[in-house]
């Protein structure tokens, strides 16, 4: 989707499909900082208080508890009647996810 911020208001179509087309530097950076999603989650570890600052991933479920890799899995409390828990890890740089949800 074409995005006319910053360039002239009275710019033709043509002009526009122009810069659309071949962007300068400036708006090819701008469009870049706009699509790159600069969102960031912070991760606290629920056992030790350990957090940093993650981009996250598509993949990434609703986590019910997060730890260190490093804990033991009895760290959390289990999980509530009928719910399925499952573990992934890989989440930032030494995070296990923990994920309960109704089977
Ligand atoms: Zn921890």
Known sequence: MANRHGLPAKMTDAEFNEID????????????????KKVWVELTCDVCGYHEAARPKKWWPEFTYLTCEHHEIGSVPDPAE??????????????VAIVDAKP
Not at 21 to 36: D, K
Not at 82 to 95: A, K, N, Q, V
Request: aromatic share 6%; charged share 20%; no cysteine.
């Open 21 to 36: 087309q071949n962007p300068p530097a400036w708006l090819a950076q701008s469009r870049a900082n706009r699509t790159g």
């Open 82 to 95: 009928g719910m399925h828990r499952s573990e992934i890890d890989g989440i930032g740089t030494r995070f």
